[in-house]
């Protein structure tokens, strides 16, 4: 069986927002990773109060662990920002604060920056949402390039935009955008809802895939590996035979209630990768 590198999983602090930042470095160095997706939120290191001492109380963090930060994931999907709104001064403000979530990344020395394609209104002509997607796209992933930072873009589910939700329109957005330091993620629920497929990413990204949600669903629901319905082992494992070179990750979200024991439900995820990865593989 094909198996990806044990080294290409890393941690992320996705159902630990009611744990204090200091607590979750210390579970996620036990688990035995050595890098992290920082998810933005609240508590942890959001962009609405991110200091220059909170944002260095992070690194602190992360360092004295031996963690070191692979992208930051800014909350952008419920909270009051959004890159494509309809709404100028919303989306002004948006494209400003991720601009600053790059300078983040840079004081953190995280190799990436987590973008989504925004949403628009749902009786607006879909050209104008495009547009505004890719010039603000296009604006932040210019600013993070200006301090060596790379960009991840995310197709989302439609509740969730209404601009790109499969990869044929995040391979659009792509060429749209013709950035060189963008890359991809496959979302497993994404890929699975859009009818999409590991393969199918494969050959329209390439070496540009460098990240990957590992959820279960039904297909939605960013479940624990189990708890829904996803070959998620085969997913995996095609990863591998198709060798696959990015990082993956969990990404519980699920009602909620994992988050109030997220080391049983990363557990229980880290069980079921077991098999599939190789412990005796030595990073590049």
Not at 66 to 88: H, K, M, R
Not at 205 to 227: E, I, M, N, Q, S
Not at 244 to 251: I, R, S, V
Request: aromatic share 10%; hydrophobic share 45%; proline share 5%.
């Amino acid at each position: 069986m094909p198996q990806l590198a044990f080294h290409q999983l890393i941690g992320a602090n996705f159902s630990f927002q009611h744990f204090p930042f200091e607590r979750v470095a210390k579970l996620i160095r036990d688990f035995g990773m050595k890098e992290i997706e920082l998810w933005g939120i609240a508590q942890h290191l959001d962009l609405f109060h991110a200091t220059d001492a909170g944002i260095d109380s992070v690194r602190r963090v992360l360092a004295d662990n031996g963690l070191s930060a692979w992208c930051f994931t800014p909350e952008q999907v419920l909270y009051p920002i959004n890159i494509a709104s309809g709404d100028p001064d919303l989306r002004r403000d948006s494209i400003k604060r991720f601009c600053h979530a790059a300078d983040i990344c840079a004081a953190l020395g995280a190799r990436y920056l987590f973008l989504t394609p925004g949403r628009g209104y749902e009786d607006e002509a879909t050209n104008s949402v495009w547009d505004r997607s890719v010039e603000a796209l296009g604006a932040i992933a210019g600013h993070a390039d200006d301090v060596g930072v790379r960009c991840l873009l995310e197709p989302l589910q439609r509740f969730e935009s209404n601009i790109v939700n499969d990869a044929a329109g995040l391979r659009r957005m792509l060429d749209a955008l013709g950035a060189e330091n963008i890359d991809i993620v496959l979302d497993c629920v994404a890929m699975a809802t859009a009818g999409d497929t590991v393969a199918g990413y494969v050959d329209l990204f390439g070496a540009r895939l460098a990240h990957v949600h590992l959820v279960d669903g039904t297909p939605g629901g960013h479940l624990v590996w189990g708890d829904g319905t996803l070959p998620l082992g085969d997913y995996v494992s095609e990863l591998a035979r198709l060798g696959y070179a990015g990082k993956l990750t969990f990404e519980p979200f699920g009602n909620g209630s994992y988050a109030l024991d997220p080391v049983r439900a990363w557990t229980r995820c880290l069980d079921a990768i077991e098999p599939y990865l190789n412990r005796a593989t030595v990073p590049a």
